[in-house]
Structures are given as structure tokens and as C-alpha cells.
Nanobody, 122 residues
Framework: QVQLVESGGGLVQPGGSLRLSCAAS????????MGWYRQAPGKQRELVAV???????NYADSLKGRFTISRDNAKNTVYLQMNSLKPEDTAVYYC????????????????WGQGTQVTVSS
């Protein structure tokens, strides 16, 4: 079982920056990917960014250039640097981590954090 703890959320003015962190506990299998989704009130959950253990990243197209994901594999920690924040970025941001279901499997088990609130407002 992987436990994920997010931090770094809060209130920021439009145009400001915020850095989120998500630390994962040790697990039997190495974590293959970590990333972030977000969910705003009344909207469905959407992908923000994902990073694999080899450093490959995937971003929502609309967020490229403003958001940057990175990770420290040794610490099982993923970061999300958010710049030029807009009111529409307001959401609960959820960290996730993916591990193999068994050795060598391409199937993944996904774990979720409890979420951290990001509010962008004047």
C-alpha cells in the first residue's frame, strides 16, 4: 500500500506561483509514474501532468509552459511547479502514483493522495 501526502497548496493571486509536493511511502514495487490530476467544483477530474521513472513527462496541452513536473526517485517525491496561475486553475489537486500489480506486469495499481486545495483569486 502506497501512502501519498500532498503539500504546498494554498491561496495565491492571479499571475502568482505555487509549488506542490507529493511524497510517497515505500512500496513493494518501484513507483513507475507519479503525477497530478485536478478537479474543480462542478467539473470532472482532469490530467495535469505525469512523469515516469525515466523522466518522461506528459502535460495537459493547455498547461504546457506554465506548469512543470519533476520528481526525485530516491525520495519517491513528485513536484508540480505552477507559474502564471489563473483563476481557472483553482481546484483540488490530487497526486497519484502507479506501481506494477506484480513483477514485470504492465498493469498498474494507482494510488491517490487526499488532495490539496489551490485557490487562485484576487
Amino acid at each position: 500500500q502506497v501512502q501519498l501526502v500532498e503539500s504546498g497548496g494554498g491561496l495565491v493571486q492571479p499571475g502568482g506561483s505555487l509549488r506542490l509536493s507529493c511524497a510517497a511511502s515505500e512500496s513493494r514495487f518501484s513507483i513507475k509514474a507519479m503525477g497530478w490530476y485536478r478537479q474543480a467544483p462542478g467539473k470532472q477530474r482532469e490530467l495535469v501532468a505525469v512523469i515516469t521513472s525515466d523522466g518522461t513527462t506528459n502535460y495537459a496541452d493547455s498547461l504546457k509552459g506554465r506548469f512543470t513536473i519533476s520528481r526525485d526517485n530516491a525520495k519517491n517525491t513528485v513536484y508540480l511547479q505552477m507559474n502564471s496561475l489563473k483563476p481557472e486553475d483553482t481546484a483540488v489537486y490530487y497526486c497519484h502514483a502507479d506501481t506494477p500489480t506484480t513483477t514485470g506486469s504492465l498493469l498498474r495499481r494507482r494510488y491517490w493522495g487526499q488532495g490539496t486545495q489551490v485557490t487562485v483569486s484576487s
